[in-house]
């Protein structure tokens, strides 16, 4: 979203900023005024020599002309070079400054020049994806340490009462090794939602492209998620169009597990969860709902952010990775992906996938 206004604004500035006249527009106007000034000014200068003071000189009009070319050149030369690589001494020191590590610096786009005025509008996008980049990351890094010390230090609190207490009964030493087998899984969870997320976040194009069936690819989900949903009496309604589709068929069942496992998880006991599948124009449409608590009003914009865990009640099941990774695959494909509650109760999740 952020990256689209930038993008907006960039594009408002360009407009804004053919207004002006361009520097090579400028430069071929200006060797033209210049040219037209010395031939009219030393015609008038040997004019004015002759008539008022009747001096006449040898020097041919070409030798005016050289004469003062060279001063006026030397003229315009100072004014342009004020106008033109001041411009460019600011952005020198500001990129300085980045290459420094400080991505706060931003340069006035309100330019004369058009093509200064382009260069410093992308440079303040770069440095504001610069400075989000890095906040990302630190945040990223901090939430990852968490999240890895939460589970090594329930699987090290559990494994110094199994090895340290003679007295303990068989039931509870089966009690903590499925805590220690508990927090393992989760700890190697997170890892691989890690690994694929940064896998996610290094491609810009999609990879291992086939062509599948997304309907038969869901139902595998449904499937695969059975004891779950079975354990919970939760009852399906399904209406999926048989549609196929050309991408990353391991990518995209992450994104129908996550919907699934989440509308599971969410679901009261004996609930319902609604999936529909359809080909809408050029697009494939995914619609998950469920008529579970639903999500607070100021934690729906968040709830594709890395980490972010808006039930704190079901906080030790999950680890905050899997909408992100929603987001990220869906976007990959160049599809988007949204949330909003339902008037009935419950919320729904949209996937748009382009078919192009």
């Known amino acids: 979203m952020r990256q689209n206004k930038d993008i907006c604004c960039l594009r408002q500035t360009i407009r804004k900023g053919n207004r002006f006249m361009g520097m090579r527009l400028f430069f071929i106007i200006v060797v033209m005024v210049e040219l037209l000034a010395v031939v009219g000014i030393a015609w008038l200068v040997a004019w004015m020599l002759q008539h008022w003071f009747d001096i006449s000189f040898e020097l ?126 989760r700890l190697s969870n997170l890892v691989g939602n890690i690994l694929l997320l940064s896998k996610v976040d290094n491609q810009s194009i999609q990879t291992h492209q086939t062509t599948f069936r997304l309907d038969e690819q869901i139902r595998q989900s449904i499937v695969g998620l059975e004891a779950e949903w079975d354990r919970k009496d939760i009852e399906f309604d399904v209406e999926l169009d048989s549609i196929a589709y050309t991408g990353n068929e391991m990518l995209l069942m992450h994104v129908w597990n996550n919907l699934i496992g989440n509308a599971i998880k969410f679901d009261p006991d004996a609930g319902w969860i609604g999936l529909r599948l359809e080909q809408k124009a050029d697009c494939a449409v995914f619609t998950i709902e469920d008529n579970g608590p639903g999500i607070a009003d100021e934690a729906l914009r968040h709830v594709f952010d890395r980490f972010y865990q808006s039930d704190s009640s079901h906080k030790q099941e999950g680890n905050g990775l899997g909408l992100a990774l929603v987001r990220q695959i869906v976007a990959l494909h160049r599809g988007s992906v949204s949330v909003e509650n339902r008037t009935e109760g419950g919320c729904r999740f949209t996937v748009l996938l382009p078919m192009g």
Not at 81 to 105: H, N, W, Y
């Open 60 to 185: 041919p009009l070409l030798g005016w002309l050289i004469l003062l070319s060279v001063v006026i050149g030397g003229a315009v030369s100072t004014v342009l070079s004020f106008a033109f690589f001041g411009p460019i001494t600011r952005l020198c020191k500001a990129m300085q400054k980045v290459s420094e590590g400080d991505f706060t610096v931003r340069l006035d786009p309100d330019q004369n020049f058009r093509e200064i005025q382009d260069i410093y509008t992308n440079f303040n996008i770069m440095t504001k994806e610069l400075e989000a980049t890095e906040i990302l990351q630190t945040d990223f890094v901090s939430n990852v340490s968490h999240e890895f010390k939460t589970p090594i230090n329930a699987i090290e609190g559990y494994a110094t009462l199994l090895h340290g207490d003679d007295q303990l009964t068989v039931e509870e030493r089966v009690m903590y090794a499925e805590k220690i087998l508990f927090n393992t899984r």
